[in-house]
């Protein structure tokens, strides 16, 4: 029997250090709209809901005391979080711009495409990858 079908990623959430900072980072400068937000008083937690332009969604969680995660050495678990996007040059303008720095330019040995990295504001990896 197989299994029911899959229609995509519906979102990922990520656990920011200073919820500010990361709101400010991802709805701004990676200009996600927001879709919602709400303080949960019960847990002391902000949940930010943004609109990724593919229809899934990115959502931001802020916890009291929540441990840093480890990027390097990479660690078992989600390894980075990847963005398509067409015009790989003029994000990399932009970033910089806006004060982001990304690692240089790489290309996929089994694709060809080009892609890069960059950290959110907790170090998290972040790629973007051109289509």
Request: glycine share 6%; hydrophobic share 35%.
């Amino acid at each position: 029997m197989r299994p029911p079908a899959m229609q995509g990623i519906h979102h990922v959430a990520l656990i920011c250090s200073d919820y500010k900072r990361s709101k400010q980072f991802y709805s701004e400068t990676l200009g996600l709209p927001i879709l919602a937000e709400h303080y949960r008083a019960a847990r002391q937690s902000w949940k930010l809901d943004l609109q990724l332009p593919d229809g899934s969604q990115l959502e931001l969680f802020s916890f009291v005391g929540a441990p840093p995660r480890p990027s390097r050495p990479e660690a078992q678990g989600l390894r980075h979080l990847a963005f398509a996007v067409t015009d790989l040059d003029a994000w990399l303008a932009y970033l910089q711009q806006q004060g982001v720095s990304t690692e240089p330019v790489r290309v996929d040995e089994y694709t060809g495409k080009r892609f890069t990295f960059f950290q959110d504001p907790d170090g998290l990896p972040l790629e973007l990858y051109q289509r």
